[in-house]
């Protein structure tokens, strides 16, 4: 498997004309959350060549922390970008809002089913080459991974994201293997799940759920992570930390070329990327309740595994 291509967004009338588009939004959604990747060979939005040229002129801060420059459309504030004039740092923030705005304006239409419930979360833009770059292990892009977010637990929700390859003439390429299910049927146990599936008993999830809700009445920002983000990054590390599993699993790899753009799941679809510069990537949250396949989502998995809830 490689992906699908959404081939007939080139078609005159496109997928947005068509007359069934209601049930095509649903069986992407499908694809997506059965692990599909859905490839765009050239932009299904606008990002006029001229914003792309000054993204690519753009320099991030030099820190380990902060891997690419962040854009976060909710405050509308842009993070990691390397002093610059007043004028220019206005022009890049514009860009990231039109970008941001530009995508998720697309996806209403192509992924309509998710777009009530969804949250917009942050866009990025990745500017450094990747093949070679050097990284603390757990950062590391280019060990195959599913995504995971320390600062911002899911609570069971899907991390979907939409990346697209501004580079000129160069591809973004991507390793990819077995999907969620089947790295958790292999892997879940020795990451930590049992363990995790008994420390949270019902009596310590409402204690909890208690606490968090205290803390945000009184608006201090705490990381509420349920036992499935704790899992999850537990996961996430665990599967960079085998060198086993990252030397002898079954690989596919995909090359992206310029202008393509492609939408994946990123906490189900294993991937690594090995080369490529210059990248622009969108983030949505997608909760349980707006999956058209909810018992695919990786909770759902997690939770028939160890016989318990992780919410
Ligand atoms: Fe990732």
Known sequence: MSWISVSDFQHPNGWRNSRSSAERAQWYCQQLEQGQILFFSTLPFALPEGQQEFLRSQHQVASQKQKNISYRPAVDKLRGVRQTSSAELS???????E????VTQFLTEFLTPYTKHWTVDLASLRLLEEEGRDLPLHQRNDLLHVDAFPTRPTQGGRILRVFTNINLDRPRVWNTTDRFEALAQRFAHAAGLPQLAVQESSLVRKFRRQVNRLA?????RTVNRSPYDHFMLRFHNYLKESTNFQRECAKICLAFPPQATWIVFTDAV?????SGQFALEQTYIVPLKALLLPDQAPIRILERLCGRRLS
């Open 270 to 274: 294993p991937h690594a990327v090995l």
């Open 99 to 102: 970008y941001s705005r530009q």
């Open 216 to 220: 945000s009445a009184m608006g201090t």
């Open 91 to 97: 022009r890049f923030q514009e860009i990231m809002r």
